[in-house]
């Protein structure tokens, strides 16, 4: 199938790439760290990335089981820009988890997910999830009592944890922001962009894609 066989490729080597954020965080323009595990959903984790780089913001993709090609939930292979373990100790103005099932199993499982996720959340840093990831959030007992929203199926899982809203399609509590699944990752994408950003950045950005 193509998707199966489709890899999008970053040709950035993992060395510039480790530049590229101390010198991002050196002149003052922000940055991002976006968790690639194995079974991510994809179109989510394409659009954050899309967007939140046409907003000018600094994304680096970063394996969380190393520098290889992920496989994500539905069969497309990406290429992360680095490992995690390169760049867990490097600071960043947002991490940001994208979702699937078994992506978000993984994010849960990792230990060095969890200790980036409690030294981002304990510095008052962004830290984003959505779909299914804010379930990584509660396996690594992150912002327990914050207003959070995931995909539907999930809120059970969540509800007991966090202050759950049904009504919202993007959740901003805080230093938290959280949002519902798919449909829903433009949304996403641009209201941490207007966080990290701008509005009349992200107002640029939105007529330019012909939102």
């Known amino acids: 199938f193509f998707c199966a066989s489709f890899i999008f490729v970053r040709t950035i ?17 922000k940055t991002a760290l976006l968790l690639l595990a194995e079974g991510a959903e994809e179109l989510e984790l394409i659009t954050i990335a899309d967007i939140l780089a046409r907003s ?10 190393g520098k290889d090609v992920v496989l994500c939930g539905l069969g ?22 994208p979702g699937g099932v078994q992506g978000t199993d993984n994010l849960s499982k990792s230990p060095i997910v969890g200790k ?25 007992k992150i912002a327990f009592g ?3 929203t995931s995909y539907p199926s999930m809120k059970d899982q969540l509800a007991g944890d966090y ?4 009504s919202e399609i993007v959740v901003v509590d805080r230093n ?20 990290l950003v701008d509005k009349k950045t992200v107002a640029s950005v939105r ?3 012909l939102f």
């Open 146 to 148: 914050y207003k959070i």
């Open 76 to 97: 497309v292979k990406i290429q992360p820009d680095v490992s995690l373990a390169d760049v867990q100790d490097n600071e960043f103005d947002a991490v940001i988890l």
């Open 13 to 29: 080597t993992a060395n510039l790439i480790i530049n590229s954020v101390v010198a991002a965080v050196s002149s003052m323009s």
């Open 176 to 195: 938290v922001v959280t949002s519902q699944g798919p449909a829903t990752a433009s949304e996403f994408a641009f209201k941490l962009a207007e966080i």
């Open 163 to 166: 202050e759950y809203q049904d």
């Open 116 to 140: 980036l996720l409690q030294r981002q959340h304990g510095a008052n840093k962004i830290v984003a999830a959505m779909c299914a990831a804010p379930c990584a959030l509660k396996a690594h």
């Open 56 to 65: 000018k913001v600094n994304v680096v993709i970063a394996g969380v089981s």
């Open 207 to 209: 007529k330019g894609m």
